[in-house]
Protein backbone atom coordinates (compact mmCIF):
# COMPACT_ATOMS: atom_id res chain seq x y z
CA UNK A 1 0.00 0.00 0.00
CA UNK A 2 0.78 3.64 -0.45
CA UNK A 3 0.27 6.25 1.63
CA UNK A 4 -0.88 9.29 0.28
CA UNK A 5 -0.79 12.68 2.46
CA UNK A 6 -4.13 15.22 1.68
CA UNK A 7 -3.40 18.93 2.38
CA UNK A 8 -6.32 20.62 4.39
CA UNK A 9 -8.01 22.07 1.31
CA UNK A 10 -8.67 18.68 -0.21
CA UNK A 11 -10.07 16.98 3.10
CA UNK A 12 -13.48 17.77 1.88
CA UNK A 13 -13.30 15.60 -1.12
CA UNK A 14 -11.85 12.42 1.47
CA UNK A 15 -14.36 13.21 4.43
CA UNK A 16 -11.93 15.37 6.42
CA UNK A 17 -9.37 12.10 6.36
CA UNK A 18 -5.78 13.37 6.05
CA UNK A 19 -4.15 10.45 4.81
CA UNK A 20 -5.41 7.59 2.90
CA UNK A 21 -3.93 4.87 1.69
CA UNK A 22 -4.04 3.26 -1.96
CA UNK A 23 -2.24 0.52 -4.56
CA UNK A 24 -1.04 2.20 -7.58
CA UNK A 25 2.22 1.58 -9.85
CA UNK A 26 2.84 4.80 -10.78
CA UNK A 27 1.78 8.86 -9.87
CA UNK A 28 -0.35 9.42 -12.74
CA UNK A 29 -2.46 5.52 -11.80
CA UNK A 30 -2.77 6.97 -7.95
CA UNK A 31 -4.38 10.11 -9.27
CA UNK A 32 -6.81 7.54 -10.74
CA UNK A 33 -7.43 5.65 -7.93
CA UNK A 34 -7.85 8.01 -5.59
CA UNK A 35 -10.60 9.92 -8.31
CA UNK A 36 -12.20 7.21 -8.26
CA UNK A 37 -12.32 6.60 -4.45
CA UNK A 38 -13.04 10.35 -3.38
CA UNK A 39 -14.63 11.53 -6.73
CA UNK A 40 -13.46 15.41 -7.59
CA UNK A 41 -9.66 14.93 -6.57
CA UNK A 42 -8.42 14.64 -10.36
CA UNK A 43 -10.30 18.03 -11.03
CA UNK A 44 -8.34 19.86 -8.35
CA UNK A 45 -5.16 18.06 -9.18
CA UNK A 46 -4.65 17.98 -13.11
CA UNK A 47 -5.66 20.34 -15.81
CA UNK A 48 -8.41 19.56 -18.44
CA UNK A 49 -5.74 18.01 -20.49
CA UNK A 50 -5.19 15.96 -17.68
CA UNK A 51 -1.25 17.67 -16.70
CA UNK A 52 -0.59 18.41 -13.22
CA UNK A 53 -1.63 22.55 -12.24
CA UNK A 54 0.75 24.67 -11.62
CA UNK A 55 0.31 24.89 -8.11
CA UNK A 56 -0.20 21.53 -7.26
CA UNK A 57 3.40 19.75 -5.84
CA UNK A 58 4.21 16.19 -5.14
CA UNK A 59 6.70 14.48 -3.68
CA UNK A 60 7.49 10.52 -3.33
CA UNK A 61 9.13 9.77 -0.24
CA UNK A 62 10.29 13.68 0.13
CA UNK A 63 11.38 13.75 -3.77
CA UNK A 64 9.64 16.48 -5.79
CA UNK A 65 8.72 14.52 -8.85
CA UNK A 66 9.43 16.90 -10.95
CA UNK A 67 12.89 15.80 -10.51
CA UNK A 68 11.88 12.44 -11.07
CA UNK A 69 10.01 11.50 -13.86
CA UNK A 70 6.90 13.97 -13.15
CA UNK A 71 3.26 11.87 -12.77
CA UNK A 72 4.86 8.72 -14.53
CA UNK A 73 6.91 8.65 -11.21
CA UNK A 74 6.86 4.91 -9.89
CA UNK A 75 5.52 3.90 -6.37
CA UNK A 76 5.99 1.03 -4.54
CA UNK A 77 4.22 -0.75 -1.53
CA UNK A 78 5.68 1.20 1.35
CA UNK A 79 6.36 4.94 -0.30
CA UNK A 80 4.75 7.69 1.13
CA UNK A 81 3.21 10.38 -1.34
CA UNK A 82 2.74 14.00 -0.16
CA UNK A 83 0.44 16.48 -2.16
CA UNK A 84 1.27 20.23 -1.03
CA UNK A 85 -0.29 22.85 -2.76
CA UNK A 86 1.81 25.80 -3.52
CA UNK A 87 0.94 28.91 -1.47
CA UNK A 88 1.53 32.44 -3.35
CA UNK A 89 1.49 35.83 -1.40
CA UNK A 90 3.39 38.83 -0.82
Known amino acids: M ?3 RIPTPLRPLTKGQ ?3 ETKASSVVEMIEVLN ?3 PGIKDRLCDETGELRRFVNIYVNEED ?3 L ?3 DTSLKDGDEVSIVPAIAGG
Open 69 to 71: KGK
Open 65 to 67: IRF
Open 36 to 38: SAH
Open 18 to 20: GEV
Open 2 to 4: IKV
